[in-house]
């Protein structure tokens, strides 16, 4: 059922140039020394934070610093870009980019609000250039067999999903604590949900209700949101629903405890780390699926379709999709109201 990825042979040299150093930059960083064609030459950064990162990873400390990213945009004149910056200045940043008709990839969301979000938009159709969301959970072992299950049709049509996000909170960096940010929860954690929910299950989402709220918190985390839930329509008439906490405790094994499950009219198919990807056919016994498919790497995957004619994965539909939809929830949290998709 599952296949290996083709290697990545790049056509040529291509310079690449960092903006920001927080959430996924992990996901740019890690694949470079497997790609002798990819040169990153400059790194803006002027958050604290981020200049601890930028000090201690010397893939990034050899590169040539910035201040100001407009300028390190017109001085270097980088082939692609990875935007990694806080949630809040993410939007000026795209913006800056695709004027400029730079390849780029961006953290998620593209933008914390709707008037943001819909210039942002405007302005990466025309520029024409290819754009991927750091969306890694998509690429995962996992969550890509939950995909193919559900595409074969084992579990017939989707009609409920269910997922979970628990992290630890941990003492957060500083853009973290301010919603001009930060954003929300649902924005930066929620995005990675939605998005699974809907590429998993192939369904579409209509319409949104959301509650949030910061409930026993410590001065670690500021003003961030530790508690959310989320109620979604699916374009069948079903229903999907995602709960999220920062209340994993530290002495917990991982980071995250992540959970997703699909049920329709022939199955359930679900994934959480305790007992890895499990499948329920009617007339069938229970099942542990194994073996999983291949890992991938988002990076590695956007530059294949940005430059070697590979398949895009992430089409403008799918980054459009989650981010309508995690604005919509994001808003109904804040309104106390259904938001329609």
């Not at 960083?29 to 010397?58: C, F, Q």
């Not at 910061?214 to 109620?231: D, L, S």
């Not at 917990?252 to 009219?265: F, Y």
Request: glycine share 10%.
């Amino acid at each position: 059922m599952f296949g290996l990825a083709a290697p990545l042979k790049l056509p040529r040299k291509l310079r690449l140039a960092v903006i920001g150093t927080v959430g996924h930059i992990g996901d740019v960083l890690a694949p470079l020394p497997k790609l002798p064609e990819v040169e990153l030459v400059a790194v803006a950064e002027t958050d604290p934070d981020g200049l601890k990162i930028v000090a201690g990873r010397p893939v990034l400390k050899n590169a040539k610093q910035y201040s100001d990213y407009r300028k390190m945009l017109d001085e270097m004149k980088p082939d692609v870009v990875a935007i990694c910056n806080d949630n809040g200045a993410r939007a000026g940043a795209v913006l800056e980019c695709a004027e400029r008709k730079l390849p780029m990839i961006a953290e998620k969301p593209l933008a914390i609000d709707r008037k943001q979000y819909e210039k942002v938009k405007r302005a990466i159709e025309r520029s024409g250039q290819p754009i991927q969301l750091i969306l890694p959970m998509r690429y995962e072992p996992h969550y890509k067999a939950l995909k193919e299950i559900v595409a074969s049709g084992t579990i017939g049509e989707v009609g409920q999903i269910s997922s979970q996000k628990s992290y630890k909170s941990g003492n957060r960096a500083g853009w973290y604590k301010d919603p001009a940010s930060y954003g929300s929860t649902i924005l930066w954690i929620g995005i990675h949900m939605f998005d699974l929910m809907r590429w998993c299950s192939g369904r579409e989402f209509t319409e949104a209700f959301s509650y949030q709220g910061q409930v026993g918190a410590g001065p670690a985390i500021g003003r961030m949101e530790n508690t959310t839930t989320t109620i979604l329509r699916m374009d069948n008439g079903g229903s999907a629903s995602l709960h999220m906490d920062y209340y994993r405790t530290e002495q917990a094994a991982t980071h995250g405890d992540d959970r997703v499950r699909i049920a329709g009219s022939k199955g359930v198919v679900e994934y959480m780390a305790a007992t890895g990807v499990t499948l329920l056919e009617q007339g069938k016994k229970p099942l542990v699926v194994s073996p999983l498919p291949e890992p991938g790497q988002i990076f590695v995957d956007f530059l294949g379709w940005a430059f070697a004619g590979q398949p895009c994965s992430m089409p403008l539909t799918d980054i459009w999709g989650v981010n309508e939809i995690t604005l919509a929830a994001h808003e109904s949290a804040v309104a106390h109201k259904a938001i329609r998709i």
